[in-house]
């Protein structure tokens, strides 16, 4: 498939894959969804976490990130 670079919007051209609000642009979103989710779900500790410092929540979001990461790569290896 070619890529098409274009110095502006007015130069795409104005066709799309479903039209907007079509049954099938929904269907198209809710598979892209799944498809996501089923790569890598998202995962959130239950109940509220508070932090004493901004450094602190970085670390918590990246470590719960490379568990998230760790546990996908198991399961495409199972």
């Given amino acids: 498939m070619p890529i098409r670079k274009y110095k502006s ?3 795409m051209p104005d066709e ?4 907007a609000g079509s049954e099938e642009l929904f269907e198209a979103i ?6 996501a989710e089923s790569i890598l779900p998202r995962t959130f ?8 410092s901004a450094q602190a929540l970085k ?9 998230a990461q760790a546990k ?3 399961s495409q290896t199972e």
């Fill in 9 to 11: 919007i007015n130069e």
């Fill in 16 to 19: 799309r894959w479903y039209p």
């Fill in 30 to 35: 809710e598979r892209t969804w799944n498809l």
């Fill in 45 to 52: 500790p239950p109940g509220l976490t508070k932090y004493r």
């Fill in 59 to 67: 670390l918590n979001k990246e470590q719960r990130a490379l568990k």
């Fill in 72 to 74: 996908y790569w198991r």
